[in-house]
């Protein structure tokens, strides 16, 4: 059974860092990964698609990795702005199977 | 192009009522899956649906039942409410089973 775990839980930076958000997976053998950002009330928005076969996938300043091998995957933001302030999580999708997801991590930029 | 549609945007049910929600998904998109969202257990996948067929199912109870027709547009119906089913509703459409994800913006549900 896929578990997805996302640490930390909550994030909390100064305007202007650079950050990493990772998710973490148990069953390498996932067709593609998603990532996405919540607002508060809102739902999901896509931000990056990995396939399996990419390393990185990049849009803007958001920068996501995936180490297969390892189960490992990082959403890295670049000079982080307080309208970056939500909760991100991760999705791996095994094929023609339902998106398994993380907890997420509730990420706030203080101005 | 337009997004995934969901209606109603709220709702305010009273236990033992049954309520029906709606998701209209990107134009060419023949996969629409639910999940219920709540501060305590998170995303919980309820079903999804491929070209009219129900492809994968979560662990939920059988008054949460679903369909989608032949223009892939789905329903989700959840009977004898009761005070727990308080959530928001997302729907997610998809081109494939394993393609991007693209996500409504959600039926928030108050029972009362």
């Known amino acids: 059974k896929q578990e997805v775990t996302q640490i930390p839980a909550a994030l909390s930076v100064p305007e202007g860092e650079n950050l990493v958000l990772n998710c973490s997976f148990t069953?390498?053998?996932?067709?593609?990964l998603q990532w996405f950002r919540q607002d508060p009330g809102k739902g999901l928005t896509s931000l990056l698609l990995?396939?399996?076969?990419?390393r990185e996938q990049t849009s803007g300043r958001l920068n996501a990795s995936l180490d297969k091998s390892s189960g490992r995957s990082t959403l890295y933001i670049a000079a982080s702005q307080p309208g970056d302030s939500a909760t991100y999580l991760c999705?791996?999708?095994?094929?023609?199977?339902?998106?398994?997801f993380g907890q997420g991590t509730r990420l706030t930029i203080n101005p | 192009k337009a997004g995934v549609t969901q209606t109603p945007r709220y709702l305010i049910k009273t236990r033992g009522q049954q309520v029906t929600l709606s998701c209209s998904p990107i134009?060419?998109?023949?996969?629409v899956s639910w999940y219920q969202q709540t501060p305590g257990q998170g995303l919980q996948f309820l079903f999804e649906?491929?070209?009219?067929?129900?492809?994968n199912k979560g662990n939920f109870p059988g008054r949460f039942s679903g369909r989608q027709f032949s223009n892939s547009r789905s329903e989700m119906n959840v009977s004898t409410l009761e005070l727990g089913d308080s959530a928001l509703y997302l729907c997610?459409?998809?081109?494939?089973?394993?393609?991007?994800?693209?996500f409504g913006q959600g039926t928030r549900l108050t029972v009362v």
């Open positions: 649906y491929f070209s009219e067929t129900q492809r």
């Open positions: 134009s060419g998109h023949r996969s």
């Open positions: 997610a459409s998809r081109v494939q089973l394993d393609t991007e994800a693209f």
């Open positions: 990995i396939q399996s076969s990419q």
């Open positions: 999705a791996v999708n095994k094929g023609a199977q339902k998106l398994v």
């Open positions: 069953d390498s053998a996932i067709y593609n």
